[in-house]
């Protein structure tokens, strides 16, 4: 079993670490000259995390998240949360990756400024919050935050009776003008860029007076996993929620109830680790997976033996082995996939499909060019770069085998990107990672995690 790198009392997830392998900025990918063998825990997962941080600051009395995601992204909600009246406080926890935390809510107070970052999580879930505090609240974030979609959070807010006043470009940043209440009631949206914007609205809505009777019309709703999450966690905190048909949802108006939870480990993070069994012919273990989840990374349990790999459960852990022929070498089939349901695993697919023998076509992803980057341009121009044969598609991706070579991987501050350029250079020599830091995101300890599995299969 791998080791977390708290056991390194300097170790900080919100920092920048020293990463060992970075030289000039760039971090050399480690090399598999093995089969990458080995068993490893997740951290907690961001989608879990940041909903029920939102939830215990709304709820009815003081609750703890046990095992959560310390990361950016986590760190980003606590400062906003507590910048709008919570008190987060860190508790001893059990968990290996970092303390628990105590949340008590308090009143809601605007007159505060927002950092987003890049997280979509911070963007889309905290500006009905802040319709619900007296005051304004005022949110920004990085440079790559501005090109994020935010029209429908906006004019959602605006339909529901809240001031907003923004620059008219539908993007951060923006003024949300509470006033300590918000009416509700029917509402339709165009949701076709994130799921993130029903989620949003969904998690504040029992605390609207009249609830939210909540109806998407747009041509596709992604990520419905992700929208299934927030109903599950609304459940659990005694809120009323139904879904009578896809793309309309119900939140009755009452109390959000203070529970203690227990945070899954982040299965979509796990993705990068499951590809490196899949295309060195090895085999990797995760503990800790839960039996039943509403994370969308569970389907890599599906999706992975259409490369050819082979998936098996032992309790808690999961092991994944990837083929191999007669003389040991890796084997990699092409795949044909729609990925509508789990864009967010869209640069781990893609990058184990860069290394197989016959053609992929990766669809139904056209809205994670508004992820923390154009992932489909960031992915075809970083391939391409290395010999691949990526082709562009309008919500995906088409890739042809090709015989890649060592180079710069451009992460465009996005920690898929960046990960899924480690995946690359376990194969092929020479891969050098720029900004493996921003990593941070939501697993600040991947270059360790990464190299720690890399080297122990050598060993
Ligand atoms: O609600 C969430 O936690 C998320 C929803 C999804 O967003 P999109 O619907 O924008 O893809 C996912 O890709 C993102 O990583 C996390
Ligand atoms: C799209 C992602 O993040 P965000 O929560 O910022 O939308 C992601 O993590 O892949």
Redesign the pocket.
């Known amino acids: 079993m791998l080791t977390s790198p708290y056991s390194r009392p300097e170790f900080d997830p919100y920092g920048s670490n020293d990463v060992p392998g970075v030289v000039s900025g760039h971090w050399k990918a480690p090399q598999a000259s093995q089969p990458v063998t080995g068993e490893l825990q997740i951290p907690g997962s ?2 879990l995390t940041n909903r029920e941080l939102v939830l215990a600051a709304l709820a009815d009395g003081p609750s703890t998240i046990k095992r959560p995601l310390h990361s950016r ?1 986590s760190r980003l909600m606590i400062e906003a949360l507590r910048s709008l009246g919570a008190e987060i406080v860190e508790v001893p926890g059990e968990g290996a990756f970092g303390p628990d935390w105590k949340i008590t809510p308090g009143e809601l107070i605007g007159s505060t400024t927002i950092d987003c970052g ?4 911070v963007m889309r879930f905290i500006p009905p919050v802040a319709s619900l505090a007296l005051g304004p609240t005022t949110f920004d974030g990085d440079e790559g935050a501005r090109r994020r979609p935010m029209a429908t959070t906006i004019s959602s807010l605006r339909a529901l009776g809240v001031d907003v006043a923004d620059e008219g470009r539908g993007s951060l940043p923006f003024t949300v003008h509470g006033t300590g209440n918000v009416a509700g009631g029917a509402l339709t949206i165009d949701a076709s860029s ?1 799921s ?1 914007f029903v989620s949003g609205l969904l998690l504040s809505a029992a605390r609207f007076e009249n609830g939210l009777d909540l109806t998407h019309s747009g041509e596709r709703l992604p990520s419905l996993p992700h929208i299934e999450m927030t109903i599950e966690v609304l459940r659990a905190r005694g809120v009323k929620v139904e879904s009578p048909e896809v793309g309309r949802w119900i939140v009755k108006p009452g109390h959000i109830s203070a529970v203690n939870v227990q945070i899954e480990p982040d299965l ?1 993070n796990a993705a990068p680790f499951l590809a490196a069994a899949v295309v060195t012919g090895g085999s990797v273990t995760i503990s800790g997976w839960p039996i039943e989840t509403t994370q969308v990374g569970n389907d890599l349990l599906e999706i992975l033996p259409l490369f050819g790999a082979t998936v098996s459960r032992d309790g808690d852990k999961v092991t994944v082995t990837g083929k191999s022929d007669e003389a040991g070498n890796p084997v990699v089939h092409g795949i044909t996939l729609d990925l509508t349901t789990g ?2 695993l869209a640069p781990a697919i893609v990058a184990i499909a860069a290394l197989a023998t016959t053609p992929s076509t990766i669809t139904g992803i056209g809205h ?1 060019r508004h ?2 980057t154009d992932r489909l341009a960031a992915l075809a121009n970083e391939l391409n770069k290395l010999g691949g044969k990526v082709t562009e598609l309008e919500d995906g991706l088409q890739i042809e085998p090709a015989e890649l070579h060592g180079g710069v991987w451009l992460s465009y501050e996005d ?2 990107m960046a990960t899924s350029g480690a995946i690359i250079g376990l194969v092929v020599p020479g891969v050098e990672i720029e900004n493996i830091g921003t990593t941070s ?2 697993l600040p300890e991947f270059p360790e995690l990464w190299s720690s599995l890399v080297e122990s299969s050598h060993s």
């Open positions: 961001k989608s992204d890049l997280a979509g999580t994130s993130q979509s864009g967010e994670i992820h923390e920690h898929r995101k939501t």
